[in-house]
């Protein structure tokens, strides 16, 4: 049961985010030194203009989240704890849910929150949930030498935004749901049926290290705070095709899909090319026609022809496959459109 935290919970959330502590080396409570908010945990997060909940099951506080208001339209998430006993039934995903609804309901525009580097079950978590690595770390200097990862994610309506190494490596599995999905949906998408998660988790991982070499660019698209959608740009290699770059996987689960959010990524993936100087980008489908087709044509890319059975699709069928191109212009942040507003490529959507 989902309820309001009270000051007098404050027995309960001592002993139980001290419990959460101790599963890591070096976690310590200082109580009255470092933390004594929580001797008074709801009146602390009500005076920061937020709340605290706890799940309570057979009459003790198995689990609590605050969550309060920040600057510029975001939120955080803070002291989210639910206790070992009471972990894997769901009970940190009705916290959240509570936290992430009551700060959507307040003008949320995007959530964030810091997690200690040690806390790795927390960060599965966030994952899961579509909040992605965001930004530097932070040092606490406390007794228990914190040092905390900073996530974040966009909460409201469609947002897209290219993903850094560290924010792409920890969107592989929504990254990878979306793959799966389509997959299955019928995309031919270099995999064929069936595809497992970790094949595909496995994908994200390597297009993460591409991100970090410098190799690809990244951009995700979360609608109403789920990762729903991706598409990359994949920098040619060969010394005299410094100018071009291929467009690959632009992908739409298809739960999220006539929305818009493709027309987005595209869009934003174009604008990343532009301007890291990759002025012809490339694109091929397979088969031809299809959803794609129509966006890609509306958007200004040029037919270069089709090659008979090229690849398969996801069933092993043989499928032909068209070749697009399209000219971008090479000045930073620009739009390709000819005769269109410039769109540069929307910052991550948080600090
Ligand atoms: C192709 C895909 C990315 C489109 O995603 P989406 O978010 O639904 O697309 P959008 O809502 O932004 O639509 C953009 C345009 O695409 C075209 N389009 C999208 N879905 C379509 C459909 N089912 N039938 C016909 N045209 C469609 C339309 O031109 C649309 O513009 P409009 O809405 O102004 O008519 C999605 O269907 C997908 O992931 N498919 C599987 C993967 C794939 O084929 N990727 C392309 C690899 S080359």
């Not at 012809?280 to 890609?296: F, K, M, R, T, W």
Request: glycine share 10%; net charge neutral; proline share 5%.
């Amino acid at each position: 049961m989902l309820r309001a935290g009270r000051d007098d919970d404050a027995d309960e959330i001592i002993r139980l985010i001290g419990d959460c502590w101790a599963e890591y080396p070096g976690c310590v409570m200082d109580l009255d030194g470092e933390v004594p908010e929580l001797r008074a945990l709801a009146t602390y997060a009500a005076g920061r203009g937020g709340a605290l909940w706890v799940a309570e099951q057979d009459g003790a506080v198995a689990g609590l989240i605050c969550s309060w208001p920040l600057q510029d339209g975001a939120w955080e998430i803070g002291k989210m704890y639910v206790a070992k006993s009471h972990r894997g039934r769901g009970v940190a995903h009705v916290l959240a849910e509570a936290a992430e609804a009551y700060a959507r309901a307040r003008g949320a525009e995007r959530m964030q929150l810091w997690s200690d580097t040690r806390f790795d079950r927390a960060h599965r978590f966030y994952e899961k949930r579509s909040y992605v690595r965001a930004g530097p770390l932070r040092v606490l200097g406390d007794k228990s030498n914190s040092i905390e990862f900073a996530y974040a994610k966009p909460l409201v309506g469609i947002a897209v935004g290219p993903l850094d190494a560290a924010a792409a490596a920890s969107a592989e599995r929504p990254l990878a749901q979306t793959l799966v999905a389509c997959v299955e949906a019928g995309a031919s998408v270099s995999f064929l049926l069936p595809l497992s998660l970790d094949k595909a988790r496995a994908f994200w991982r390597d297009a993460a290290r591409g991100v970090a070499r410098g190799e690809r660019l990244l951009f995700a698209a979360w609608l109403d705070g789920v990762i729903v959608g991706t598409a990359q740009i994949a920098f040619a290699v060969q010394e005299n095709q410094r100018h071009r770059a291929d467009l690959q996987k632009l992908l739409v689960h298809p739960d999220a899909r006539r929305r818009g959010i493709a027309r987005r990524l595209l869009a934003a993936a174009e604008a990343g090319a532009a301007a890291a100087d990759r002025t012809l980008l490339v694109l091929d489908i397979s088969p031809p026609g299809g959803a794609a087709e129509g966006l890609y044509r509306s958007a200004g890319w040029q037919e270069a022809g089709v090659i008979p059975g090229y690849a398969l699709n996801p069933d092993g069928t043989p499928c032909d496959t068209r070749y697009f191109y399209k000219r971008v212009r090479a000045a930073a942040g620009a739009d390709a459109n000819a005769g269109e507003e410039p769109r540069p490529a929307p910052a991550l959507p948080f600090r």
